[in-house]
């Protein structure tokens, strides 16, 4: 006999989750129907089980919780933690991005380096490059996305050593194939700019959905556009893809380098540059993914979300207003 | 921690990023003569390298004028230069002077000049 049983659901933050839940209860032999509500937070199922719903939560619990979510009879008390973490987060964000902008502005990072661009300046300059306003920009897309992915529960290491491993690979040969032509490719201020305000939309909506904002007001995107992000999420091309697309995101850094290796006059010397410049910042980029992961998956993983949340909200207001005044929209506003 | 703490400790790292961000901004940065004229023709020199310097210049109206941007050992984004209003956009050498033409400049026309970013600008402005 069928019955219908109305189940508590934690740990829904996106429409995503709809999806991923119902596909996992929907595969159990005891779950005839099964569907989500993420405005109640509720989950609607039909089964033939004659098991108590306390342990029909339970079981089903086991499926769903290495996804993060948990069923339960009844409504967990969870709202005022979360609003409790909100306030601890935005402190802690704060205080990351005014290091951040502080060390901008200290100078320190400003050192002039002198010479001809050999490789071993590449390699420097890049690590430079990692903690300098570019941070704001490619460190900010890294973090977000990974925050995200590993928020999904996406395979995110796996993700991650592709999308670095990407990075490096598409830098390298691209850097040779400036050396090798001599001629300009992706140095065009106005296509870096577009990119760099597409980039620091991605980090506000990502920013905004972390700190759990766009999830309680459910301004959710349609979830036409987050089937697609799923789907996407899951491609191995995507983060290959996206490391890729950082050789061309604006970074003073970055454009420095390719021109430098488009002068180098050989596939080899702008190859060596390049690939220098990128590992140079490996460390810093490594650590945000690789550190988002290891977060999301301890006991501060709230915490982790939401600060990187109002982290990630700071650098993409500074990217967005930054790509405006680049391309003549907006007067400067700040000038660190 | 109780949520009135929190907020005292937000309040307290806005204030004290922000004292550091406003007394570090302003802080009038003392006249510099960077204008000169040669030969009929006005120079402006801009120093590019982990921002511009100085941020605001003062030239002439009226006569040819050129812009020496300079730069020694930069890669920041302050090589990235961009000036809009005479459709100037080039990376400049990490070391070395680049010479911008900017015409004659038409009195309360400013100049402005920003980095691919746009987190650096200049203004030179025309009287």
Known sequence: MLKKHTFHVAGTHCASCKILIEDVLGEQSLVKSVEVNLRKETVLLETESEETPEEIAKILTEKIKPNGYTLSVEKTVSENIKYDVIWKAIPVGLFFLGLFFLLQKSGILNLGIGGTTTPLTGFVVGLIASVSSCLAVVGGLVLSLSAKVSQDNVSDKKNFILFHAGRLVSFAVLGGILGALGQAIGINFTFTSILGIIASIVMLVLGLNLTGVLSKNHITLPSGIFNFFRKIEHKTFTPLAIGFGTFFLPCGFTQSMQVAALSSGSFVSGFLIMSAFALGTLPMLALLSFGSASFAHGKHAPLFFKSAGIVVIGLGLFALLGGLVALGIINPLFNI | ?127
């Open chain 2, 1 to 127: 921690m109780n949520k009135t703490s929190l907020i005292a400790i937000t309040i307290l790292i806005l204030g004290v990023f922000g004292f550091v961000f406003i007394m570090g901004s302003s802080g009038n940065p003392a006249v510099v003569k960077n204008v000169e004229v040669k030969d009929g023709i006005q120079y402006v020199n801009i120093d590019a390298g982990g921002g511009y310097s100085p941020k605001v210049s003062l030239a002439k109206a009226g006569i040819p004028t050129k812009l020496i941007v300079k730069t020694s050992g930069s890669f920041d984004c302050s090589s990235l230069l961009s000036i809009r209003s005479v459709g100037f956009e080039k990376v400049l050498p990490p070391t070395g002077e680049t010479e911008v033409d900017v015409g004659v400049p038409v009195a309360g026309v400013p100049l402005r000049g920003v980095c691919s970013m746009g987190m650096y600008s200049f203004l030179v402005n025309f009287e």
